[in-house]
C-alpha cells in the first residue's frame, strides 16, 4: 500500500502520534525565536474537539538539535510548503512573535502558488508587518539577550548569561532574529482566510493600540484579543491561551 501521509515528518510532526490518526483537522505551530514546542503541548487536549496539535520542527532544537540552525527563510518555507502538500486534513496556523511572521509569509507563499490555504490564522506576540519589527532585541548583546529572556520568562531560568544554558538560548535566539530579518511580505494582500491575534497587555514588543491594524491582512473575519502578561503570557495562564483555541477553531465553518 502506498500511504502519502507523513510517515516520517522532516519539518512537521504531530504532538501525539496516538490522537493524529482520528482528528478531522490539524492545528500547526511555529515556535518562537529560539523556542521549540514544548511550551504548547498542552494544546494536545485541542484533540477534544477532532483538531490534532503538529509542530513545525526547526533545525538546532529538540529532535533536531544535532543540526546547524537554518540560515535561510526561503529554503524554510520551501521545505515546509512542499511537506504541506502531504497533509490530508485541513490545516489552521498558529505562531508566536518569529513564529507569527513566518506562519503569514508561508500563508501568502500557498496562495501564491495556488495550494489550499489555512482554515485559520492565530497570531501571537507579534505587531502587522507594516508596522515593523521592533528594534528592541536587534539592539542588545548577549547578556542583554539573556536578562531579557529571564525577565520575560515565567520559568526559573538560571541567572549566568554564561552558563551553557544561557550560551546555547541566546544562540538559537539570535540564529532565529538573523531569520527575522529575511521574511519577506512581498506577498501582502488581504487573504480570505479568518485571523484571530492574542497578545500580552505588558509585551515589549507590542504596541496595544495598533493592534487592530492587523484587521488589514484579511478579508474574512478578524478578532483581536489582549490578555494579562508579557511576551510569555501563556506561561501565566495556559487555560486562558488554550481557551482562545477553542473559541477561534470551533467558529461556524472552522
Known amino acids: 500500500m502506498n500511504h502519502t501521509t ?3 515528518p522532516r519539518w512537521l510532526a504531530p504532538f501525539h502520534t496516538g490522537h493524529a490518526a482520528v482528528q478531522r483537522r490539524i492545528l500547526l505551530c511555529f515556535p518562537y525565536g ?13 484533540h477534544s474537539i477532532d483538531i490534532a496539535a503538529w509542530g513545525v520542527r526547526l533545525p538546532g532544537r529538540e529532535e533536531r538539535i544535532q543540526e546547524a540552525p537554518a540560515l535561510s527563510v526561503e529554503q524554510m518555507i520551501n521545505a515546509i510548503v512542499t511537506e504541506l502538500q502531504a497533509l490530508t486534513l485541513p490545516f489552521a496556523f498558529y505562531g508566536h512573535s518569529f513564529g507569527a511572521g513566518l506562519a503569514l509569509d508561508i500563508a501568502h507563499a500557498l496562495a501564491e502558488r495556488g495550494h489550499p490555504l489555512p482554515t485559520h490564522l492565530l497570531l501571537s506576540g507579534r505587531m ?23 525577565a520575560q520568562s515565567t520559568l526559573p531560568l538560571p541567572p549566568d548569561p554564561a552558563c551553557s544554558f544561557a550560551r546555547t538560548a541566546v544562540k538559537k535566539l539570535k540564529a532565529d ?5 529575511q521574511l519577506t511580505y512581498r506577498f501582502l494582500r ?7 491575534t492574542l497578545n500580552g497587555y505588558d509585551d515589549p514588543l507590542i ?6 491594524e492587523w484587521g488589514c491582512y484579511t478579508s474574512a473575519t478578524f478578532q483581536s484579543q ?4 508579557g511576551h510569555f503570557f501563556f506561561e501565566d495562564d495556559f487555560p486562558r491561551f488554550y481557551s482562545f483555541f477553542l473559541t477561534a477553531l470551533s467558529e461556524q465553518g472552522s
Open 226 to 229: 489582549c490578555v494579562p502578561g
Open 128 to 150: 502587522p508587518p507594516h508596522t515593523g519589527y521592533s528594534p528592541l532585541l536587534g539592539a542588545m548583546n548577549d547578556q542583554q539577550l539573556w536578562a531579557h529572556i529571564r
Open 207 to 212: 504596541d496595544p493600540h495598533r493592534l487592530d
Open 6 to 8: 507523513l510517515a516520517q
Open 177 to 181: 532574529l538573523a531569520l527575522n530579518q
Open 34 to 46: 529560539g523556542g521549540g514546542m514544548a511550551p504548547f503541548l498542552g494544546l494536545n487536549a485541542l
Open 190 to 196: 488581504p487573504l480570505p482566510v479568518p485571523l484571530h
